[in-house]
C-alpha cells in the first residue's frame, strides 16, 4: 500500500501522462478514452451479469427502500453527500459541449452525443447501484469505500477489493482523460476571443492540439492534488460547479432575447426546461452549502481571486486594444 505521499505522486504522474496523450492529438486522446470506457462499462456489466447469474444476493435488501435506519441521517443533512455521489456519476456531460469546435457537424453529433450519454451513464447508475445493493445490505454498509469491498468480496471472494479497486482506478482514469481533453478547450477558446492570456491561443505546430492549455490544465490539476486532500478538493469542486451550470443556463434567457438568436441557441421545451433546471439546481446548492459551508465559500473564493487577474491582466489590455494604445 503507498502512503499519503505516494498516492499524490501517482495522482500527479497520471495526470502528467494523460496530459501528454492529449498533447499528441485529438484522435489518439479519444481513441485511448474508447478503451477505458468500454473496459469500464464491460466490467461494470460482467459484475451485474454474475451477482443475478450466481444468485449471490438477496431481493430482501431492497425492502424497505424508504425507510430510515437507526443512527443515519435525517434526510436533509444524508441528501446532500448522496447528491455528491451522484453528482460525481453523471458530472461531465457538459464538457462536451467545449469540444464541438473541433467535432465533425456539431449541430447534430454533439446533441445525439449529450442524449446518448447521459441515458448511457444513467442506465449504467441504476443497475450498478441496484446490483450493489443486492449483494451487500445497507445495514452492513459503513462508507462508499467499505461498500466497494464488500461487493467484490461478495463476487471474487478476498481478492474482490482488489477487483474493485481496479475496476475504479480504470474508471478514474477515463474520466481524467476526458476531463483534460475537454476543460483546455476552454481556455484556448477565452485566449482566443481575448478574454485570457494570449499565449494559450496557440496549437501545437505538429499535433495541432492546444498544448499550451493541456499543459496549464494538468499544472493547475497537480498543484491541487499535491496541496489537498481528496475530499476537501471535491468539496470546494463540486458547489462552484453547480453554480457555473446554473449560471450558464441562466444566460440562455438573455441570449434568446438577441435578434435572430432564437434560431440559434434552440431549447425543447424552452422556458419551462431551463426554469425546472434551475430550481433542482437551487435545491442543490441550498444542501450543498448547509452541508459544508465553509468549503462551499472556500471555492466560491478560489474562482474569485480571478476577477482581479480578469480586471487588470486581461480588460485592461482589451481596452487598450479597442483605444488604439499600446
Known amino acids: 500500500d503507498l ?7 501517482v495522482a500527479v504522474g497520471a495526470i502528467l501522462v494523460l496530459a501528454v496523450v492529449n498533447i499528441a492529438g485529438v484522435r489518439f486522446g479519444a481513441g485511448l478514452m474508447r478503451w477505458l470506457t468500454a473496459f469500464k462499462l464491460g466490467a461494470l456489466g460482467l459484475i451485474a451479469v454474475l451477482a443475478l447469474a450466481l444468485g449471490l444476493g438477496d431481493w430482501a435488501n431492497f425492502a424497505p427502500f424508504v425507510a430510515q435506519h437507526s443512527g443515519s441521517d435525517p434526510l436533509p443533512g ?82 474482490g477489493g482488489r477487483v474493485f479497486a481496479g475496476i475504479v482506478i480504470v474508471a478514474v482514469l477515463g474520466s481524467l482523460m476526458a476531463l483534460l481533453m475537454a476543460l483546455p478547450r476552454l481556455y484556448y477558446a477565452m485566449a482566443r476571443d481575448g478574454l485570457f492570456f494570449r499565449a494559450v491561443a496557440t496549437v501545437h505546430p505538429r499535433f495541432g492540439t492546444p498544448a499550451r492549455a493541456i499543459a496549464l490544465q494538468a499544472t493547475l490539476a497537480s498543484l491541487l492534488v499535491a496541496l489537498g486532500t481528496f475530499q476537501q478538493i471535491v468539496s470546494y469542486f463540486i458547489f462552484i460547479t453547480v453554480l457555473f451550470l446554473a449560471l450558464t443556463v441562466a444566460a440562455l434567457f438573455k441570449l434568446r432575447r438577441r435578434d435572430g438568436a432564437e434560431g440559434v441557441y434552440r431549447t425543447p421545451g424552452y422556458p419551462v426546461t431551463p426554469l425546472v433546471f434551475l430550481g433542482l439546481v437551487a435545491v442543490l446548492l441550498i444542501l450543498l452549502a448547509g ?5 462551499a465559500a472556500l471555492g466560491a473564493g478560489i474562482v474569485a481571486l480571478g476577477a482581479p487577474v480578469y480586471l487588470f491582466a486581461v480588460r485592461r489590455r482589451l481596452t487598450s486594444d479597442v483605444n488604439g494604445t499600446p
Open 3 to 9: 502512503s499519503g505521499a505516494g498516492l499524490k505522486a
Open 291 to 295: 452541508h459544508n459551508p465553509l468549503q
Open 78 to 159: 444524508a441528501l446532500a453527500p448522496a447528491l455528491v455521489a451522484a453528482f460525481f456519476a453523471f458530472g461531465g456531460w457538459w464538457e462536451i459541449g467545449k469540444l464541438a469546435g473541433e467535432a465533425t457537424d456539431p449541430g447534430r453529433t454533439v446533441p445525439r452525443a449529450l442524449a446518448i450519454g447521459v441515458a448511457a451513464v444513467t442506465a449504467v447508475y441504476i443497475v450498478t447501484s441496484a446490483v450493489f445493493l443486492y449483494l451487500i445490505p445497507l445495514e452492513r454498509v459503513t462508507s462508499g469505500e467499505t461498500f466497494a469491498a464488500q461487493a467484490g468480496e461478495a463476487l471474487f471472494g478476498r481478492a
